[in-house]
């Protein structure tokens, strides 16, 4: 064997390169190629794109047999102190983008609050005549009906919170670190904080973290069948008198 053979041996030795290629077919193996998503990630969609469906006939039908209320509530707005019909607040969307939300005005119009730092309590002075019956019946939200239908809302979903909301006295996402992990989703006129009876004021630490475990809850485990459940408690609430005050 001469100097030349040698050299080529060593460089082109056939054992060190199927060696090469077993360890790169280990080590690939352990890779999740995109093709192992893709099942999931279509599965999702659909689901997203059935829920969007829903949202938009049962929003759209919704106001239409709804029109001779929403007319209704419209005067006698306007009767008790010539303000305006409804109030609009700036509001967390689908993933963090601002949003307008829409409500029947059930306060006085010089005593409302857009920037949503002063929540409303049990027996709110600023309460009218109308507001208070509005309020407790939870008709007050059926504007967002027009939010379900652009797209800025979902039926179901993480109740929609002002901007600047607060709990105990601190921003949100200051008391809760994961607390934008519940705009993944599109906010919705009911979820399941509000069917676990997580609504109203939030005046402790407590309840904050509650009512945004169940937000975070609902984002991990959303699906058709979760949606219908708490549409369905929901309307049984509200028939038995509902949360609103």
């Known amino acids: 064997m001469n100097a030349f053979t040698s050299k080529r041996n060593a460089r082109f030795d056939s054992s060190q390169r199927q060696d090469k290629i077993r360890s790169l077919v ?38 239409i047999v709804l029109a001779p209320l929403f007319l209704a509530i419209a005067l006698f707005i306007k009767s008790d102190d010539g303000g305006p019909v ?3 607040q700036i509001r967390w969307g689908l993933n963090g983008r601002k949003i307008t939300v829409f409500k029947f005005r059930s306060m006085r119009a010089e005593a ?7 929540q409303t309590v049990k ?56 607390y934008h992990h519940r705009h993944i989703m599109r906010p919705g006129i009911t979820g399941l904080a509000q069917i676990r009876g997580w609504r109203g004021p939030t005046t402790r630490p407590l309840q904050a973290r509650a009512r945004i475990a169940c937000d975070i809850h609902y984002v991990m485990n959303f699906s058709l069948l979760l949606d219908l459940r708490i549409l369905f408690k929901t309307l049984v609430i509200e028939l038995r008198g509902g949360t609103g005050f």
């Open 123 to 178: 027996g709110d002075s600023r309460m009218t005549a109308i507001g208070a019956v509005l309020r407790k019946t939870n008709i007050d939200e059926l504007p967002q009906l027009f939010n379900v239908l652009k797209g800025d809302m979902s039926l179901v979903g993480p109740r929609c919170h002002a901007i600047n909301m607060r709990a105990a006295g601190r921003l949100y996402e200051e008391l809760v670190p994961d």
């Open 26 to 63: 280990i080590a690939n193996s352990n890779i999740r190629r995109p093709e192992s998503f893709s099942h999931a990630q279509k599965k999702m969609a659909v689901r997203l794109g059935v829920k969007r469906l829903i949202d938009i006939v049962v929003s759209a039908s919704a106001l």
């Open 112 to 118: 409302c609050d857009p920037s949503g730092i002063q």
């Open 86 to 88: 409804f109030f609009r």
